[in-house]
Every structure is written in C-alpha cells, then in structure tokens.
C-alpha cells in the first residue's frame, strides 16, 4: 500500500457509519411507544398516576439504554481526546449564553403559539391523557429528582454530545437536521399535538448545539425548558 492509499484509508476510517447512530433513535423511539402505549396504561390501572408511571418505566426502559447505546458508540470510536473534549463540555461562553436566552424566548413563545393551535383544532398536548392533579405523595417528588436529570443529561450527552459530532463529520452543516429529524422519530410515541408543540425545541436544541459545538448549551435548553412544564405538571395546573 501506498502513502497516498494509506492516507484515504485513515481518512475514511475517521468518518464514523452512521448506522449505529441512526438506529439508536430508532431503537429508543420503540422503547418510548412501548412504553406510552403499554406500560404506562398498565400501572395506570393499578391506581399509579400515568406521569410518575411514566418516569418510572422511561428511567428503566428509555433513558438507561440511550445512555449505555452512546457509551457503546463512543467505545467504538479510537478518539484520543478527553472524555469532556470529545462530548464537547466545554466553558459556555458570553455569546454561548445570548444564543440560549434567545433561543428561550423564541422557542416559548412559538410552542405557546402551537398550543393555542392545538387547543383550537382539538389536538390534546397530554401525551398520557390524563386529568390535572397536584401531587400529594412525596415519592413522586423523589422519582421526579431521578428522572429529570436523568432524562435531559441522558438524551442530550447520548444525542448532542456523543451523535451529533459523528454526523457532523458525515455529513458538515447539515448533520442537526437529521438530528432533528431522528428526534421527531424518537417522540413518535407521543401524539401529534405534543410533537407539534415541541417542534420549535425539536429544531433550536440540535441547531444551536452544532452552532456553539457545546453540549452545554443543548443541557441548559432542555432543563430550562422542561422545568416550567415539570412544576405545572406536579401543580396540577396541567
């Protein structure tokens, strides 16, 4: 072999498949129809509020395996660099924080905009169907503690940190659309209008993520916001 086929072989072999990547959307988004279509319906009867059934069953059967998936793909990799340097955790930068605040504002306002769609049209944006109820039970409030964490840093490490640099490489500028694209696959479980009205977070999360190259960013989006919807929900102001 020569220099310059030596030279395509490395060049080639530092473009990752996509395959495996690709599939773990797909995987997951099973495991979340599953899930929604199933478990949660089947505790439910058994008197467990859908929404804590729901953390519980998605920690165990969703969450763990996006988790140990992106540990495999990473292990798969022949990276050198530092954990923290590879899934980009990088210092968020002044103009890493304008990007979020923007991103906040535009994203709220356009899911507040959908919602009143949905409402108007009859589409729910309750993916379990259920009937509005404070919390009462201390154990929510401590599976909550558990799933939330484990659900934003497990999807965003695994999407944004691990997928998105490897699509990147595959595919330049384009790669968030299609970890966008996936994204909507891995909510399939859900209905149409709860998919509706996360769209605009489905979009600025991948988009802003690649644009920063920092996972942080994405992290910080998702918590920021998720938790208004998590305190609502445990309010049961929705």
Same mark, same amino acid.
């Given at each position: ?49 859908k929404f804590a059934a729901w953390m519980f069953l998605s920690v165990l059967f969703v969450f763990t395996p ?36 923007? #991103? %906040? @504002?535009?994203?709220? &306002?356009? !899911? $507040?905009?959908?919602? *009143? ?10 993916p379990f169907d259920r009937q509005p109820a404070p919390w009462t039970k201390w154990w929510m409030f401590a ?51 709860t998919i509706l009205v996360t769209i605009p977070t489905i979009i600025l999360v991948p988009l802003l993520s ?7 960013? #994405? %992290? @910080?989006?998702?918590? &920021?916001? !998720? $938790?208004?919807?998590? *305190? ?7």
């Open positions: 072999m020569n220099l310059s086929d030596s030279s395509t072989q490395s060049h080639n072999q530092s473009i990752p498949r996509l395959t495996g990547d690709v599939a773990l959307f797909f995987v997951a988004g099973f495991f979340v129809f599953i899930v929604t279509r199933f478990g949660v319906p089947s505790l439910a009867r058994f008197g467990v509020d996006i988790i140990a998936g992106g540990v495999f793909l990473l292990r798969t990799e022949n990276t050198k660099d530092p954990l923290k340097t590879r899934l980009r955790l990088q210092s968020l930068t002044k103009r890493d924080w304008q990007w979020v605040f923007l #991103a %906040v @504002i535009i994203i709220g &306002v356009t !899911s $507040l905009g959908l919602k *009143i769609l949905c409402d108007k049209i009859g589409l729910s944006v309750d599976l909550w503690a558990i799933y939330w964490p484990v659900n934003i840093l497990g999807e965003e490490f695994t999407w944004r940190g691990v997928i998105l640099p490897r699509m990147e490489r595959r595919m330049a500028n384009k790669a968030w659309a299609l970890n966008s694209l996936l994204w909507v696959i891995f909510h399939a479980g859900f209905n149409i209008g690649q644009k920063t190259k920092n996972t942080w960013v #994405a %992290v @910080i989006l998702h918590a &920021v916001l !998720s $938790l208004p919807g998590m *305190i609502a929900i445990s309010r049961g102001l929705v």
